[in-house]
């Protein structure tokens, strides 16, 4: 304990704000605060790969893992999303060389050992780690049809997924910038099952989330449990009857997801896309509630054409509301070789792909404003 105080001292120190992070009140709004009450607005961006058929994150076969980790802070991001499927935990296998040509020091190593080598090279940066369970299967995800839209599987039941979440919590455990866990991504029908909401049936993912979350704060009760909403993480009005109840309620953080291609309410006019979106995920942030918490948009993004009035829409309203945020990608590709059209550097991994993008995200990254509403 006494070396683990020591390590939060010394982290803590050097980043500008202190560890570890908590739920707070500002004003009428919930957000994420150190631990002398400050708010620490996370403003990141996800580094994919590693839940993929490769189970590594992209762009080591072209810069240095150091270089990359560099390069995100270099942008202003002050954490990562870092998605894994539950094959990159308990499959592991080594990572295949031509996808580490640039950082031959991990050739022969598994993907959890370049996972480990990840998350060091982005805490050395001072950049805040939130784990993600992705998937099951390694693979891109997600659509209605890949089987993996709930956090079981026949392969992977529920307590495969709850172990996979608990070891990784203690493998980081003397790491305090690895800071959050992102239970599970984008939850949907499978196999004509849907997720619920406070049933208590097997398929209850507030359940589900709220007895892995405490799980997890028995091994690390200083990491924020990050508990999305259902319907591919784009309704979390089911916490209006159930809340995840942690044994420390300060863990809590909710999580949504908006693209200009989800359906409905990315039709809307502004005035009505921003109403829609505090009714169905933001309102989770409005304090003095009893489901009360931080809301964090877990991704949003867009392509590399500036004239989309639904993604200006998205800036919009993280602009005006100022809620935490995680851009997805960071990615130059999704695969070798084939460009990701959402993401922020060029194949190369160095350069920015399209800089009216990254000049919108920095307006955002600050604290917009002190008195939230």
């Not at 940066?125 to 890949?146: E, F, K, P, R, Y």
């Amino acid at each position: 304990m006494i070396q683990i105080l020591v390590i939060l001292f010394t982290v803590s120190s050097a980043l500008g704000f202190q560890l570890p992070l908590n739920a707070g009140q500002k004003g009428d709004r919930m957000v994420i605060v150190d631990s002398n009450y400050e708010r620490v607005k996370l403003a990141c961006v996800n580094w994919y790969g590693a839940h993929m058929e490769d189970m590594v994150v992209n762009g080591l076969d072209r810069q240095n893992i150091d270089f990359i980790s560099a390069k995100i802070a270099e942008l202003g991001f002050n954490c990562i999303r870092l998605p894994f499927a539950l094959d990159t935990f308990y499959k592991n296998p080594v990572v295949k060389s031509e996808r580490l040509t640039a950082n031959p020091e991990l050739v022969g190593k598994t993907a959890m050992e370049i996972y480990d080598a990840t998350v060091k090279s982005l805490t050395d940066q001072g950049l805040i780690v939130i784990l993600n369970n992705h998937i099951s299967t390694a693979m891109w995800c997600c659509s209605m049809d890949d089987g993996e839209g709930l956090w079981y599987t026949d392969e992977y039941p529920t307590e495969m997924w709850e172990d996979c979440l608990v070891q990784l919590t203690a493998r980081y455990l003397d790491n305090p910038l690895v800071a959050g866990f992102d239970l599970r991504n984008e939850v949907r029908p499978s196999h004509g099952v849907l997720a619920e909401w406070g049933t208590g049936d097997e398929n209850d993912f507030a359940l589900a989330q709220e007895k892995v979350g405490n799980m997890i704060l028995e091994v690390d009760p200083d990491m924020l449990i990050i508990a999305e909403g259902i319907l591919s993480a784009g309704n979390l009005i089911g916490a209006l009857v159930k809340k995840p109840e942690l044994t420390n309620p300060d863990k809590l953080v909710y999580s949504g997801h908006i693209y200009p291609f989800s359906p409905i309410i990315s039709d809307l006019p502004y005035d009505l896309f921003k109403l829609t979106m505090h009714t169905m995920q933001t309102f989770v942030a409005d304090a003095g509630y009893n489901y009360s918490a931080p809301y964090w948009m877990g991704e949003f993004g867009t392509g590399p054409s500036p004239d989309d009035v639904k993604w200006d829409h998205i800036v919009q309203f993280l602009r005006e509301t100022d809620h935490d945020w995680s851009y997805w990608s960071i990615d130059g590709y999704r695969y070798p070789g084939h460009e990701e059209g959402y993401g922020l550097l060029d194949l190369n991994y160095s350069d920015v792909r399209v800089p009216w993008k990254m000049e919108q995200l920095r307006s955002i990254m600050p604290i917009l404003t002190n008195k939230l509403d």
